[in-house]
Each structure stands twice: as C-alpha cells, then as structure tokens.
C-alpha cells in the first residue's frame, strides 16, 4: 500500500515518512565485546530454557561440540533492539509498537563463547490494515542479518513490528476486561510436574540423536508461567542491549528513536550520559509497560505483557530441544496473535507434518507450532523446517 493510499483511508495515519526508509541500509548499536560464556548461561537462564548443553561444562564437553554452545535463539541477544529496529522506521506519531511475527534463516555456524556477532539491517516492507485492537495499523517487516567475526552470515530474522496509535487502542480498549487469574496450591502444583516433564524430555534425549521421526509424532508439551512482574525482568535482563555500555552506535541512519513513541515510552538519551537508567528501555523507554501497569495500560494492554523476542526464542528453544544437540533448526516462520500477560500460563506444542531430504541430503522435518494460553486463546502458531541427524553423521 503507497502512504497516499495511506492518507487517503485514515488521513491521521501518515506513513508518507516511513517510504524513505524501505531498502536503505541502517545503522544502529553493535555489541562491543565478543560472546561470554556467562552471556550463554544468562540467556537460557532468562528464557527458562534448562538444557545442560548451554549452561553444564561437564555435560557440554561430552557432547558433539565439546563444550558449551549458545542456543540457536541466541542471535537475537546480541542485538540492541530485539531484531525488530528494521521494522521500526519512519515518524508516525503518538504510535507504539508490539511485536507481529518472526521469520528466521538459519545458515550453519552457531554462536559460541568468544565470537563477535554485527548486524546489517533494512526495512524490507510494510502494510496498513483496520484491526479491532487500534483501527488502522502498519504491519511493517524489517530484515536484520547477524554476522560473525569471519565475516560468515549466521543467520536473518524477518521481524514483523505491528505500530498503531496508543490513543486508539486505549479508546477501544480490546483487552481492558482481562483480569489476572487466580491458581490454586493443586493447579500450580500440576503445572510445577508439567514443566518439570518437559525438562525431562530434554535430559532423555541427552547426547542421543533423534533418528526415527514419522509424520504425525507429537513434540512434548512445554510449560511457561505463571509469567510475573520477576520473570519479565529476567527475560529482559538476559538480553545484552540492557547492560550499560554493551553497544556502541555505529554511523549508519536510523530513524528509531524519531519514531513517534508516546512521550512517556520515549528513552532520554542525554539524561542516559549521566544516569543509563534513563536510557535503559525497561526503568524509562518503550519498554516500561512491561513491568510497570500504567504504562502497559496507556498503550492499550491491561497489565504487565511479554516481549515478543522472548516468544520467539521460547519456540526456537522449543523446536532445538527437541531435534537435539545432533539437529538444528533451518528455517522459521511464526505470527505472534497476543502476548503473555502476568498471571498467565503459556503452553507449547508440536507436530511432524511432513518429512523431506534437504538439499544437503540430510532428513527434514517440518513441524506446525501452537503456543497457547491457559484459555486455549492462540499467541503464536507456525511452522518450522527442521535438520535431523543422520546415524553417521561425525561430530563438530
């Protein structure tokens, strides 16, 4: 759609401002220093992800690899905006953003302790469609490639960043009546067994392959939550954009922070030289209504909510726990419907719709994804292709 289609339909939506930016190379921040180990064990600590393969020294050095590797949802922790800076160009003001979906590529090289991880990054397109939450709304997709040290592209996130205008959805407000619910000693006993059997499931398969997959076999459910205010501030402390001097600017444009977040959701730049708190994204920034009620509430959503990057690696996470230390995920498309809210329980699951061979001759699983909540309401379903390993195949 062309912004004067745009302007035409809802002429207080102008995306005339956002045209310049499609197919421009972007800057942005890189990450200073190279990978720590500690940032791997910090990653999967806040994405609740327990598999010893990334956090165990003993267990990883009896592995394929030999020692500890960063899951393949790492990536996006080594970028300063979730992947989605791409999808976030041009001024259209008084919006806010949540996240719409991920597209993910992944090339072979994983992400290790000592490697150095840069970014190139683009806007790649967007459309505007009414939507019951905020009437209209841009569905912008922009394309962040994340690169090694040896100049070897790792993988490319397609992330889909859904901006409206705050106003508007606080006027509808579509998700307002949603109250926290309540669980009982017996309900969050049966979800502590429920995680604790998906965990299971991860130390069963152990240095195993997973060699016998049929069309129609089932992933193992995975359990999240109850979400609260403490694990959304993990989840975002596990992120290496929140530590303080972490990323340095690099020269290339970007209209980011000219978006036109609400005043409220903006960070305060040159306040940030003198106290970072006032740039760090979670006390001050678009990031506050995640952990902070009234600002969740000003941008249309009832209360404390998830961040899309974490949904995107809980899947990830989800579809590599399940292929092994022996597998790894090729491709990944999934839509994000609705975000986790506190007090919420978030359900995974999985199955093999089709079988193929790769063009490296490897097996090929391609597996329909459903992430739940505890009403069966949809958050994020799509579907991934996924390398199995073969019975010969010799070690990293």
């Known amino acids: 759609m062309r912004a004067e289609d745009v302007v035409q339909r809802w002429p207080d939506f102008d995306t005339s401002d956002v045209d310049r930016w499609i197919g ?23 994405m609740q992800n327990p598999n010893p393969l990334h956090y165990d020294d ?8 030999g020692r500890i590797l960063a899951p393949q949802s790492f990536a996006v922790c080594t970028d300063d905006s979730h992947g989605a800076a791409p999808a976030i160009q041009g001024h259209i003001p008084g919006t806010h953003m949540i996240f719409g979906g991920d597209e993910w590529w992944f090339h ?31 569905f912008s997709r922009g394309d962040t490639t994340y690169i090694n040290q040896h100049g070897v592209v790792v993988c490319k996130q397609r992330s889909t960043s859904i901006r409206y205008r705050a106003e508007a959805a606080r006027d509808r407000g579509l998700f307002m009546e949603d109250r926290e619910p309540e669980w009982s000693e017996e309900q969050l006993a049966e979800i502590e067994k429920q995680r604790f059997e998906y965990y299971q499931s991860i130390h069963d398969l152990g240095h195993g392959r997973r060699l016998f997959v049929q069309v129609g076999d089932a992933l193992p459910r995975r359990v999240i939550g109850p979400h609260t205010l403490m694990s959304f501030t993990t989840e975002w402390r596990a992120f290496l954009m929140s ?5 340095a600017a690099d020269a290339g444009p970007t209209s980011l922070w000219q978006a036109g977040w609400l005043p409220e ?54 579809l590599a726990n399940w292929t092994g230390e022996w597998g790894e995920i090729q491709h990944s498309r999934m839509q994000y419907r609705s975000p986790a809210l506190t007090g919420d329980v978030t359900f995974l699951s999985g199955e093999v719709v ?11 699983a391609t597996v329909s994804v459903h992430m739940t909540n505890q009403r069966d309401e949809v958050m994020a379903s799509g579907h991934a292709e996924v390398l199995l ?8």
């Open 243 to 247: 530590v303080w001097g972490a990323f």
């Open 265 to 318: 959701m903006d960070r305060d730049h040159e306040a940030a030289r003198i106290d970072p708190a006032q740039g760090d994204g979670l006390y001050k920034g678009p990031s506050r209504g995640h952990v902070q009620e009234q600002y969740a509430q000003l941008v249309g959503l009832p209360r404390g909510y998830g961040y899309g990057a974490s949904m995107g690696a809980w899947i990830l996470d989800y």
């Open 354 to 364: 089709a079988l193929d061979e790769a063009p490296s001759g490897r097996p090929r």
């Open 389 to 396: 390993p073969t019975e010969n195949e010799p070690a990293a």
């Open 24 to 46: 421009v190379p972007l800057g942005g921040a890189q990450l200073k220093d190279d990978v720590h180990v500690n940032d791997v064990r910090r990653w999967v600590q806040g």
């Open 58 to 65: 003993a267990y990883a050095a009896e592995s394929r690899h």
């Open 108 to 138: 072979g090289p994983r992400i290790a302790p000592g490697d150095r991880l840069r970014q190139d990054r683009m806007l790649f397109d967007y459309k505007v469609a009414e939507t019951k939450f905020a009437g209209p709304t841009m």
